[in-house]
C-alpha cells in the first residue's frame, strides 16, 4: 500500500518561499499521477499542481503559475512543491496526493482522480 508523508510547512511572511515534501513510500509504481492540492479553513480542496512520475510533464493551477513548481526525485521518491513568492491567500492545508488517471501525457488537478492521500502540512503565509 502506497503511504504519502508530507513535511516542510510552516509560517512565512508574504514574498517568502517554503518547499513542502511528500516522501512515498510502498509500491511507487502504481501510481503514475502525484499532485499537490491545498484547502483553506471553510473552502474546498483546490489542486495545485501535479506530475506524470514517468516523463516528468507538470500541470500548475493558473493562481500559482509561475510561483510555484513541482518536481520528483525518483531516486529519493519524493515530490517536492517550491513555493515562491507566497501571498497570505496560499495559506491553506497541503496535501500530497497520488492517482492513476491520465489525460494523454499529463495528470490533471482533478479533485477525485486522486485516490490516495497524505496527512497535509500547514503553510501561513502573513502580510
Known amino acids: 500500500q502506497l503511504q504519502l508523508v508530507e513535511s516542510g510547512g510552516g509560517s512565512v511572511q508574504a514574498g517568502g518561499s517554503l518547499r513542502l515534501s511528500c516522501r512515498v513510500s510502498?509500491?511507487?509504481?502504481?501510481?503514475?499521477?502525484m499532485a499537490w492540492f491545498h484547502q483553506a479553513p471553510g473552502k474546498e480542496r483546490e489542486g495545485v499542481a501535479s506530475i506524470y512520475t514517468r516523463i516528468g510533464t507538470t500541470f500548475v493551477a493558473d493562481s500559482v503559475k509561475g510561483r510555484f513548481t513541482i518536481s520528483l526525485d525518483n531516486a529519493k521518491n519524493t515530490v517536492y512543491l517550491e513555493m515562491n513568492s507566497l501571498k497570505p491567500e496560499d495559506t491553506a492545508m497541503y496535501y500530497c496526493?497520488?492517482?492513476?488517471?491520465?489525460?494523454?501525457?499529463?495528470?490533471?488537478?482533478?479533485?477525485?482522480?486522486?485516490?490516495?492521500w497524505g496527512q497535509g502540512t500547514q503553510v501561513t503565509v502573513s502580510s
Open positions: 496526493a497520488a492517482g492513476t488517471t491520465m489525460y494523454g501525457s499529463w495528470c490533471l488537478l482533478v479533485l477525485g482522480d486522486y485516490t490516495l
Open positions: 510502498g509500491y511507487t509504481y502504481s501510481h503514475n499521477c
